[in-house]
């Protein structure tokens, strides 16, 4: 099975940095999407960054220039690093994967597989 599990959520003052990662195990294709969602307290979930298997990025206008997404072939691991963050900014975070749709994207229905989110608050 396919799992994906996110880690380095926490809590930050305005202005500050976070640097969220997801570890990938089980999936081998070379073809792929994988990217960032985040749901606040009462709000749909959003898509905030995205990056294909050839590294094009999409980010959502609300983290552009503030956010980037980055593959880590190595660990097998996705990144976002957060910079500037403000509480906006504040939700649970997920990784996800499309097994079948390979450009990246923001819409979360493109997304069949999901981690199990980390916290990040910002005040």
């Known amino acids: 099975d396919v799992q994906l599990v996110e880690s380095g959520g926490g809590s930050v003052q305005a202005g500050g940095s976070l640097r969220l990662s997801c570890v990938v195990s089980g999936y081998t294709y070379s073809s792929y999407c994988m990217g960032w969602s985040r749901q606040a307290p009462g709000k749909e979930r959003e898509g905030v960054a995205a990056i294909d298997s050839d590294g094009r990025t999409h980010y959502a206008d609300s983290v552009k220039g503030r956010f980037t997404i980055s593959k880590d072939h190595a660990k097998n691991s996705l990144n976002l690093q957060m910079t500037d963050l403000k509480p906006e900014d504040t939700a649970v975070y997920y990784c996800?994967?499309?097994?079948?749709?390979?450009?990246?994207?923001?819409?979360?229905?493109?997304?069949?597989?999901w981690g199990q989110g980390t916290q990040v608050t910002v005040s």
């Open positions: 996800a994967l499309s097994s079948y749709y390979y450009a990246a994207t923001l819409w979360n229905s493109h997304y069949d597989i």
